[in-house]
């Protein structure tokens, strides 16, 4: 029986053109700065978002939590939404590792932030309180329904946070998506961060890894926090090899990723008990509950499909499907 797995883009497999780039990848010591691929891969990803540097790491959780830990210092307090990936699904690695505090403001429907409170977040000048460092956005919004930040709000958010001396960081796991759904190039959506994380293993297909971008000051010091958390790799071209295939021929795909959201979603929509929270959706995730008359239990839901080929999860009557 042919299986389809809906659990996530990360169950994305590496293309026959990865497979190739990865068995034929010049390789060296990235440690030391000696691997060619990861260094072309690096040098790709700052050039496609008019950066000045780029690191190759190998988780989005990673990339994360190293940019945080480099532009902040213990006891300095980030901004982000109260839905943010960062803040649900990271492990708390923030203020686990780096004794960062985090202060949430609510996710509206559109994934975006209030500005006023973003604006009304930023604390005084108050020895009590923590020091306000950083702003972090997301987009795509992963718990919002894949929504989409434009240009012109980021240009927004972001101008409010460097205006009282913050930073800001955007978690782009899938700002390809976002780019493509709304027809930008990728640079528009960053132009105004001091830092970018993407992830190459979602819809891009890769097998692995991710690449933070910002400025050569920064990605030198992300780089000694990289290998501090144990994440430098050595010979690890073989990785960044797909990266390269991916963008180069990634990237416009993932609109018929977003077309076949909107049919399924279109399709579940039909079925009665079934509500699609995210209707249309506007990237690649699809976000369904099932009505409350419904007496069918989310782990039954779960087994019915499996047993058809089809895998999916969902928690307290509420299922994503990507």
């Known amino acids: 029986m042919k299986t389809i797995d809906l659990r996530s883009d990360t169950v994305t497999l590496p293309t026959p053109a990865m497979?190739?780039?990865?068995?034929?990848?010049?390789?060296?010591?990235?440690?030391?700065?000696?691997?060619?691929?990861?260094?072309?891969?690096?040098?790709?990803?700052?050039?496609?978002?008019?950066?000045?540097?780029?690191?190759?790491?190998?988780?989005g959780t990673m990339g994360n939590l190293a940019s945080i830990l480099a532009h902040c210092q213990r006891g300095d307090e980030v901004i982000m939404g109260n839905k943010a990936h960062t803040f649900l699904y990271e492990a708390g690695g923030i203020s686990a590792l780096g004794g960062i505090h985090t202060y949430?403001?609510?996710?509206?429907?559109?994934?975006?932030?209030?500005?006023?409170?973003i604006a009304n977040a930023i604390r005084p000048d108050d020895i009590h309180a923590p020091i306000s460092r950083l702003l972090v956005l997301e987009n795509t919004q992963n718990a919002c329904g894949g929504t989409v930040l434009t240009p012109e709000y980021t240009r927004q958010a972001a101008e409010i946070a460097h205006q009282h001396g913050l930073l800001v960081h955007i978690d782009g796991a899938r700002i390809f998506n976002a780019a493509v759904a709304q027809k930008v190039p990728v640079s528009e959506l960053t132009r105004e961060a001091d830092s970018v994380t993407f992830c190459l293993s979602k819809g891009l297909c890769c097998p692995a890894g991710s690449v933070i971008v910002g400025s050569q000051p920064f990605i030198d010091q992300v780089r000694r926090v990289?290998?501090?958390?144990?994440?430098?790799?050595?010979?690890?071209?073989?990785?960044?090899?797909?990266?390269?295939?991916?963008?180069?021929?990634?990237?416009?795909?993932?609109?018929?990723?977003?077309?076949?959201?909107?049919?399924?979603?279109?399709?579940?929509?039909?079925?009665?008990?079934?509500?699609?929270?995210?209707?249309?959706?506007?990237?690649?995730?699809?976000?369904?509950?099932?009505?409350?008359?419904?007496?069918?239990?989310?782990?039954?839901?779960?087994?019915?499909?499996?047993?058809?080929?089809?895998?999916?999860?969902?928690?307290?009557?509420?299922?994503?499907?990507?």
């Open 104 to 117: 949430t403001i609510p996710n509206q429907e559109d994934g975006s932030l209030l500005l006023d409170d």
């Open 226 to 322: 990289r290998k501090m958390l144990g994440g430098g790799m050595r010979q690890a071209g073989v990785l960044a090899a797909a990266g390269l295939v991916a963008l180069d021929e990634m990237i416009d795909r993932l609109a018929d990723d977003h077309t076949r959201a909107r049919h399924l979603a279109q399709a579940l929509g039909q079925i009665k008990g079934i509500h699609i929270l995210n209707d249309p959706p506007p990237t690649n995730m699809v976000y369904m509950r099932l009505d409350s008359d419904i007496t069918l239990t989310d782990e039954k839901l779960i087994a019915g499909c499996a047993a058809q080929g089809i895998v999916i999860r969902g928690r307290n009557g509420v299922f994503r499907l990507v």
């Open 19 to 59: 497979r190739e780039a990865m068995a034929h990848a010049p390789l060296g010591d990235d440690v030391y700065g000696e691997d060619p691929t990861i260094n072309a891969l690096e040098q790709r990803s700052a050039e496609l978002f008019e950066k000045r540097a780029a690191l190759f790491v190998p988780s």
